[in-house]
């Protein structure tokens, strides 16, 4: 089997082996990231946070 490295400019993915989720993380923010059991609900849930940064923000200063 070949492994390809795909990559977005926006976010990137790794996995946490100790709580076995995927963790995807803004690329021009590191502060931003989201987690899920999978790669994509990790990425939707990045994607929600990315579009909504007020909302991120309040809950971080909460």
Do not use: C
Not at 17 to 25: E, G, M
Request: no cysteine.
């Amino acid at each position: 089997m070949q492994l390809q490295n795909k990559t977005n400019n926006w976010y990137h993915v790794s996995l946490d082996t100790q709580t076995q989720k995927f963790i995807a993380t803004a690329t021009n923010n590191e502060k931003i990231s989201a987690s899920g059991v999978t790669i994509e609900q990790a990425v939707q849930k990045l994607t929600f946070k990315v579009k909504q940064p007020n909302r991120a923000n309040k809950q971080q200063l909460a």
